[in-house]
């Protein structure tokens, strides 16, 4: 169902178009060797600086202005192609709960990467991880196309199972050249979408993965015995919660939250992790930053 109020209000927007100038993309492209965002590489035409951030590429240092300030600083290009950020939303029955539900808040998530994307001249696109893959209109761009985007992300529903692999590959498949990846889900898809991750960067694209996790999750209320009801299959499991069952799902969540860092840190992919009631901007700023939660 539509979500109630916007995902993007006026006063947040704002907020993001001081960090738009800084959220670029690494994906390589055919002849042009990678490139950074907003149509960044490939052509002559110069658009601005940037702060060097480790990993970047040190051919792209600006020596002489490094020799007037002390700082490095990366010189960055208008390319002749922009770059798509293709939106993978897992939209599985298991990101609907919580309050505020995961769903939206991944919803929300998306509809801040957009806006950066469209307003610094990329293109962006709200691609459905729900039981494989389906899409949900074609890459938009410029900041007109917004309205458009945050229609597709309002009208995702929680349902059904998800296959991340399927989705990931999909993703690929259809892509007509590397772009941004962004994949926001839970991560508690009961399937390996490892190799499909490692088969997308090695494909060129530029991943980060965003993990949304709901207070329950993290640190789990429950006690005594309880039916609980798996969300994407219906099952009922009559299960007893005491110390021990919390502290062996606390041991699981840890064991995943280490393989989604350790698969960024082989991948060269940013990995955030969102708690449904923190504030969104900060989730938003560490996206950018590229950092590894």
Do not use: C
């Amino acid at each position: 169902m539509p979500t109630e109020g916007p995902l993007l209000d006026a006063g947040f927007a704002r907020e993001l178009e001081a960090l738009r100038r800084r959220m670029l993309v690494r994906a390589r492209s055919g002849a042009g060797g990678e490139r950074l965002a907003r149509r960044k590489g490939g052509s002559a035409e110069f658009l601005e600086h940037r702060p060097y951030a480790p990993g970047d590429d040190l051919r792209r240092i600006d020596w002489l202005a490094f020799a007037r300030t002390g700082e490095p600083v990366l010189k960055l290009f208008r390319a002749e192609e922009d770059v798509v950020v293709r939106l993978v939303i897992d939209a599985s029955a298991s990101l609907d709960g919580g309050t505020p539900s995961k769903l939206l808040v991944a919803k929300r998530l998306a509809a801040s990467v957009a806006y950066m994307a469209l307003t610094g001249m990329e293109r962006a696109q709200v691609v459905v991880a729900q039981d494989g893959l389906s899409r949900t209109g074609e890459p938009r761009r410029g900041r007109a196309s917004l309205p458009a985007i945050l229609r597709d992300l309002d009208g995702l529903e929680g349902k059904g199972g998800t296959d991340l692999a399927a989705a990931i590959d999909g993703t690929v498949l259809r892509a007509e050249r590397p772009g941004m990846i962004v994949l926001v889900s839970d991560f508690f898809d009961p399937g390996p979408f490892e190799a499909a991750v490692t088969r997308a960067a090695s494909a060129g694209h530029d991943l980060a993965l965003v993990q949304v996790l709901s207070p329950e999750e993290i640190e789990p209320p429950y006690e005594g015995d309880l039916t609980l009801e798996d969300a994407e299959t219906g099952a009922l499991v009559e299960v007893t919660i005491d110390a021990r069952a919390i502290e062996a799902y606390v041991e699981r969540l840890n064991r995943l939250v280490g393989s989604l860092r350790a698969m960024a840190r082989r991948n060269r992919a940013a990995y955030v992790r969102v708690q449904t009631t923190e504030p969104l901007l900060g989730a938003v700023r560490r996206f950018v930053a590229r950092s590894i939660d």
